[in-house]
């Protein structure tokens, strides 16, 4: 939501900017554009309303820009249109100061009116622009020693909202300022050279050094460094972290899209988040601890706060913690969770499970949590994030960068960081013995042997897809863990195809639902294994029966060998055998390949849906 890089080294700023910016624009979409602060101190500054593209286009017109200070936004809108005047960089009456910002301010209308009160011209309705007024203000109240990191600390006092600010001035061609609130911000440490950025990605093609920031404080970049401030202008110390990907993992290595090379990464993004999660004695082991044994055998009830996909992890998740450890576990969305008052104490358990780790919502949900003393895991991809750093122990899922909007393979390792964190639990607790906890993990390594083979025959789905283009919904349908497969699937489409989908519990369609089939429509059933939970099996065989006998167009995913289903289904989709838990680990496979072809077919971005950002750091 947003992405934002600032520069300052010895390369011209417009150069590294625009990289970093390609690399961040997954973050969004709707404008860019860049300021640069010449040696001779005038600020220069370009913008666009649409894609990247857009901007390079202008820019590529333009005289070469010699200044190596800078920087570069793309933006996802909240405050007014996606058009060249809301585009970032905002400046000030002077010209002078420029700001870019991720987040939203909250009291920006009353900070605006105050501002217009007193003679300042607003050029545009965004949120931010107020910024680089109050800064125009705070400089020219203060006395002329005071720097631009000062002005800009003094103006984060009277912010209400979660924010990341980059602001340049021409006064200080060497320096880049910085400013965050619950809004993403990592410094990557180059040879002569300091970049602060969204995430890493924007600087990985530069160096690996990279130092997370806390909430609250202020980042004065040189070339020299960083120096580091809170809002009362006390220094304090990042988090150096060394980025354990290079740059060839965020770029395409011969796919079309991102979505497709990710889609196909699922095998070893799984084998690395299992990797090394066994220890000497058979227990499980969790990347930062900051919570005892103890902790967490006092654990009485088990919440999992997540959004979107990784949401639909935490509902399998539900299934194998409470049959594993028998504690009673509930999944909400993030961004209701506070709302509804929870019932949370001390011996609750909040597993928050997010991709980016900058989920405002289940940020939020977080905080609330721990402010009620319950004690909060993050499962979380994103090494220096936020919402692992405010938890009190996390598990990485060690994917690698997903650049593509829509989540696939970190689902996946979603998924199994549950699991791991269910037989953890159920570990510490006593309620499986460790040969037990050895024998699931075992089937769980092999799962990216399965993963790779289910993708190895997925060609036909292809064709499937190009066939359903022109579908006006498609219905998907799961019992047990296949319902949240199904929850998943129909996600997938909505926001790949833009097709009206919706995920149902296979038995709840005749409660309703049912009403919404006609001939021809399609509906994708995921089965579960006739070896596992036999009764549920029988079950929604009925229900393939139910939708085919009013017409529908039936596409059953199951698993090899059960012919139970065939005389049902219009198209079969075939999945390896696993363990009834593990099956998410292969059923969702299909439904993600068929989303993305159906939005390929129907001649759709797929790495950059409509109206979506990969990082959602709003509320
Ligand atoms: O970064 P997070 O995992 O916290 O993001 C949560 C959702 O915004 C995300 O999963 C979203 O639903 C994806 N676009 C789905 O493909």
């Given at each position: 939501m947003c992405g934002i890089i600032g520069y300052v080294g010895g390369k011209p700023a417009v150069e590294v900017a625009l990289e970093g910016l390609r690399r961040l624009e997954y973050r969004g979409y709707d404008s860019a554009g860049i300021a640069v602060v010449d040696p001779d101190g005038s600020l220069r500054t370009r913008r666009r309303a649409g894609k990247l593209a857009n901007l390079e286009k202008v820019l590529a017109e333009t005289d070469g820009?010699?200044?190596?200070?800078?920087m570069g936004h793309t933006r996802w809108a909240t405050h007014g249109g996606p058009t060249d005047a809301n585009a970032h960089p905002?400046?000030?009456?002077?010209?002078?100061?420029?700001?870019?910002?991720?987040?939203?301010?909250?009291?920006?209308?009353?900070?605006?009116?105050?501002?217009?009160?007193?003679?300042?011209?607003?050029?545009?309705?965004?949120?931010?622009?107020?910024?680089?007024?109050?800064i125009e203000d705070a400089l020219s109240a203060a006395e002329p020693t005071v720097t631009i990191a000062d002005a800009l600390r003094v103006v984060c006092g009277r912010l209400e909202g979660a924010f990341t600010l980059v602001v340049t001035h021409s006064g200080s061609p060497d320096t880049v300022v910085a400013a965050r609130r619950n809004s993403p911000l990592v410094v990557g440490l180059g040879d002569g050279e300091t970049f602060l950025a969204s995430d890493v990605s924007a600087f990985i093609a530069h160096t690996r050094a990279a130092l997370e920031i806390g909430q609250n404080q202020i980042v004065e970049a040189t070339r020299a460094g960083v120096t580091l401030t809170d809002f009362a202008g006390t220094p304090v110390e990042g988090r150096p972290f060394?980025?354990?990907?290079?740059?060839?993992?965020?770029?395409k290595g011969g796919f079309?899209?991102?979505?497709?090379?990710?889609?196909?990464?699922?095998?070893?993004?799984?084998?690395?988040?299992?990797?090394?999660?066994?220890?000497?004695?058979?227990?499980?082991?969790?990347?930062?601890?900051?919570?005892?044994?103890?902790?967490?055998?006092?654990?009485?009830?088990?919440?999992?706060?997540?959004?979107?996909?990784?949401?639909?992890?935490?509902?399998?998740?539900?299934?194998?913690?409470?049959?594993?450890?028998?504690?009673?576990?509930?999944?909400?969305?993030?961004?209701?969770?506070?709302?509804?008052?929870?019932?949370?104490?001390?011996s609750t358990l909040v597993i928050a499970i997010s991709q980016s780790g900058e989920t405002l919502d289940t940020l939020m949900a977080i905080k609330h949590a721990r402010e009620q003393k319950a004690r909060v895991l993050a499962i979380c991809n994103t090494n220096g994030s936020t919402i692992p750093r405010e938890s009190d122990a996390v598990l990485y899922t060690r994917c690698g960068p997903e650049v593509g909007v829509a989540a696939t393979k970190t689902f996946l390792g979603q998924v199994a960081a549950c699991l791991l964190v269910g037989?953890?639990?159920?570990?510490?607790?006593?309620?499986?013995?460790?040969?037990?906890?050895?024998?699931n993990v075992a089937m769980l390594q092999q799962m990216p042997g399965?993963?790779?083979?289910?993708?190895?025959?997925?060609?036909?789905?292809?064709?499937?897809?190009?066939?359903?283009?022109?579908?006006?919904?498609?219905l998907f349908l799961g019992r047990h863990v296949g319902y949240p497969v199904a929850l998943e699937g129909a996600l997938k489409l909505k926001e790949l195809a833009y097709m009206h989908a919706e995920g149902f519990p296979a038995g709840e369609l005749k409660h309703g639902p049912i009403a919404l089939i006609e001939p021809g429509l399609p509906v994708v059933v995921i089965v579960p294994s006739p070896r596992g939970r036999s009764v549920l099996h029988g079950k929604i065989v009925s229900n393939i029966q139910e939708v085919r006998a009013r017409g529908a167009r039936t596409i059953v995913i199951a698993e090899e060998g059960d012919t139970d289903v065939e005389p049902y289904a219009s198209h079969i989709i075939r999945v390896p055998r696993t363990p009834t838990l593990l099956a998410p680990l292969v059923t969702t496979l299909p439904l993600q390949v068929l989303a993305c072809e159906i939005a390929l077919a129907r001649g759709l971005d797929v790495d950059q849906p409509r109206n979506l950002a990969k990082s959602v750091t709003v509320e």
């Open positions: 820009w010699a200044g190596t200070t800078g905002h400046v000030d009456c002077t010209g002078t100061v420029a700001v870019i910002h991720n987040g939203i301010i909250e009291n920006f209308a009353a900070l605006r009116a105050e501002l217009e009160r007193a003679g300042h011209q607003l050029a545009s309705e965004t949120d931010t622009e107020v910024v680089a007024h109050l060394h980025v354990d990907w290079d740059v060839s993992a965020a770029e079309p899209y991102f979505m497709l090379k990710e889609i196909s990464e699922q095998p070893t993004a799984l084998a690395d988040t299992l990797r090394g999660r066994l220890s000497d004695d058979g227990g499980i082991v969790l990347d930062e601890e900051r919570l005892s044994e103890q902790d967490f055998r006092d654990v009485d009830k088990v919440f999992i706060v997540a959004c979107g996909t990784a949401y639909h992890a935490g509902l399998i998740a539900k299934y194998a913690v409470e049959h594993w450890t028998r504690l009673p576990c509930e999944v909400e969305m993030a961004s209701e969770f506070r709302y509804r008052d929870p019932v949370l104490d001390r037989l953890f639990l159920a570990q510490v607790r006593g309620v499986l013995y460790g040969d037990e906890v050895g024998a399965l993963v790779e083979q289910t993708l190895a025959t997925i060609e036909p789905v292809r064709a499937l897809a190009r066939e359903l283009a022109d579908a006006k919904a498609v």
